[in-house]
């Protein structure tokens, strides 16, 4: 059974920085490219950031680009994202997923950007 539990999420002033953590389980970590994801209220979820499964590549949304990062460590599980310089539009409930997600989502991690 998957599941995939986000933390590190909180308020943060914009400019600030927090780390992400999702824990995944119930599948075999280590094959597979993950994937940050994030809704904001009232809109779609949107792909934030991408590593592939040994963390030799990753990818990122252009909005986001040289202001986080996504690293893992297969062998505890667990993807991280790194944010730096906040911003008030980075306010969203953070996932994450395999780039094709699995149906399967976890609660999600809430980042709130305000001064």
């Known amino acids: 059974q998957v599941q995939l539990v986000e933390s590190g999420g909180g308020l943060v002033q914009p400019g600030g920085s927090l780390r992400l953590s999702c824990a995944a389980s119930?599948?075999?970590?280590?094959?597979?490219?993950m994937t940050w994801y994030r809704q904001a209220p009232g809109k779609e979820r949107e792909l934030v950031a991408t590593i592939s499964s040994a963390g030799g590549s990753t990818n990122y949304a252009d909005s986001v680009k040289g202001r986080f990062t996504i690293s893992r460590d297969n062998a505890k599980n667990t993807v991280y994202l790194q944010m730096n310089s906040l911003k008030p539009e980075d306010t969203a409930v953070y996932y994450c997923?395999?780039?094709?997600?699995?149906?399967?989502w976890g609660q999600g991690t809430q980042v709130t950007v305000s001064s």
């Open positions: 119930g599948f075999i970590f280590s094959i597979f490219a």
């Open positions: 997923n395999r780039p094709v997600p699995w149906n399967s």
